[in-house]
């Protein structure tokens, strides 16, 4: 017989790593988003 103890814990691991992962890519994304631009804004013609 089958001990089905430890199944949920495993699925629950995997769908918060899934999670996880997915939220460090958000993050990552915005941080990208929002970061100031290489080229300095005097020489732009501002």
Not at 8 to 13: K, M, N
Not at 20 to 40: D, F, G, H, K, W
Request: glycine share 8%; charged share 20%; proline share 9%.
């Amino acid at each position: 017989m089958r001990s089905t103890g430890l199944e949920p814990a495993a699925y629950g691991f995997e769908v918060r790593r899934s999670i996880q992962l997915s939220y460090e890519r958000l993050m990552e994304n915005i941080r990208y988003a929002v970061q100031p631009p290489a080229v300095p804004l005097s020489t732009m013609g501002g």
